[in-house]
């Protein structure tokens, strides 16, 4: 038996093999979807707020309250909620907000001395090291509860989770980063490095070859291959080097100098410096927009928030925040999200695709989606082009039915002019 599989607008053969798979897909892409801009969340330390700053319009359109001495932040894959951290009192906190009511929808008792966190791709977990019980706290964000704290040692203070959600890489302030395998909440593995000097925060690249580690002593940034969890080559960057985001292309990454006042530009390709933007004002906490078109630096000494042209590398706008504005979050716009409900079936079951496209410009983007359904029974990929224009939106939802065990797997890309500005997947899981 074989099924047609039209998805995305295009249509091949799948063989069944012993499996039988019978799926069903129809899709029809609309020609229009919903101009979305992202809101920049920034935290007001001193204010004990957070301003939401609309990405395009660069104005503050809202000012939430209810905080404690707020410094990390970080935004759920989909947008719908930003993890602040509450660094007083002790034992510290994580607010949820609510990104459509601008609320705190939730608070979460974590560790002592916790600054930052990191949330992961999937979206089904945050994680916040706590730096003076050496521990690192896991909030299950579905329950908005703590369901595991494991040790790492140390002062580990940020940390990023990989791509494949299956590790979480801490830098921890007693010059090491800690590896972490998100199955067990295990230390996997220990990073040193002679450039390891007050590890500060970490960033991971897209593909997630390649994680970089600021160090705000040694004024370095560390490189480290995931494939080996070695420290490969230390860039050397301005005085105390906090934030770091790596674009969604995966070719740079801008690192804030908090001393000299300025943001580093640092190529991927070949780790060096390719240009220093001035102009800042006591630099820390940095985010890149889903497009990667603008970067986002929180000045925590003039009290404000600089937009940065990643094709220029200049600023293009400065705007007021609260006082000690210390980080940012991007409430991102996704061009496409994916999901299966439910996520795990019995064979013969169905489960349904839901599918929602947007757009994330003011302006018509011509973007290309490259799909791949993978499964025991099947390999079946494709693309589709498609122009963006602000407008409309529309949501799908289509019934899936496979007959045999193990996991389907939808993976989707998205890219313009040949860079890849988004992705989305998911996950259906068919049991005996």
């Known amino acids: 038996m074989k099924t047609i599989l039209s998805f995305f607008g295009a249509k091949g053969n799948i063989g069944s093999g012993i499996c039988g798979l019978a799926l069903v897909v129809s899709m029809v892409l609309p020609a229009k979807v919903l101009a979305q801009t992202p809101d920049v969340y920034v935290t007001n330390n001193v204010s004990n707020t957070v301003s939401v ?3 395009t319009t660069h104005s503050l359109i809202s000012t939430v309250t209810g905080f404690n001495s707020p410094v990390g932040a970080v935004a759920s894959p989909d947008g719908t909620r930003v993890y602040v951290v509450n660094s007083n009192p002790n034992p510290g906190t994580v607010a949820v907000i609510n990104t459509a009511t601008n609320t705190i929808a939730a608070t979460i008792t974590i560790g002592n001395g916790a600054t930052l966190a990191a949330i992961s791709p999937d979206g089904k977990h945050v994680y916040v090291p706590n730096s003076n019980d050496g521990t690192v706290s896991v909030i299950d964000t579905a329950t908005n509860r703590v369901t595991a704290t494991f040790t ?77 969890n070695t420290a490969t080559t230390a860039i050397p960057v301005g005085q105390i080097p906090n934030g770091l985001v790596v674009t969604p292309d995966g070719t740079r990454l801008y690192v804030s100098n908090g001393a000299d006042n300025t943001v580093s530009v640092i190529s991927t390709a070949t780790n060096t410096v390719i240009a220093t933007i001035p102009g800042l004002s006591g630099p820390e906490g940095i985010a890149v927009t889903a497009d990667g078109v603008q970067v986002f630096v929180a000045n925590t000494v003039a009290d404000t928030i600089s937009a940065i042209a990643t094709a220029t590398n200049k600023i293009t706008a400065t705007n007021a925040t609260g006082q000690m504005p210390a980080f940012a979050a991007i409430s991102q716009c996704h061009i496409l999200s994916v999901s299966f409900n439910p996520t795990t079936v019995r064979l013969g079951n169905s489960s349904n695709l839901n599918a929602t ?6 302006s018509s983007q011509n973007v290309v989606f490259n799909w791949s359904l993978s499964g025991p029974c099947m390999n079946q990929s494709g693309s589709a082009p498609m122009t963006i224009t602000p407008g409309s939106s529309q949501s799908s939802n289509f019934p899936i039915t496979m007959a045999c065990t193990g996991q389907l797997t939808l993976t989707v890309t998205t890219t313009l002019n040949g860079v890849q500005i988004d992705s989305a997947s998911a996950v259906l899981t068919v049991t005996p």
């Open 53 to 55: 700053v609309n990405a």
């Open 152 to 228: 790492v040692g140390g002062a580990p203070v940020g940390a990023v989770v990989t791509p494949d959600n299956a590790h979480v890489y801490i830098a921890n302030f007693n010059n090491a980063v800690n590896v972490v395998a998100t199955a067990t909440n295990t230390v996997t593995a220990t990073i040193t490095h002679s450039s390891m000097s007050g590890p500060l925060e970490a960033a991971i690249t897209p593909d997630g070859k390649t994680v970089y580690v600021t160090n705000e002593i040694s004024n370095k940034v560390t490189v480290i291959s995931t494939a080996t």
């Open 357 to 362: 496209t947007h757009s994330c410009s003011a």
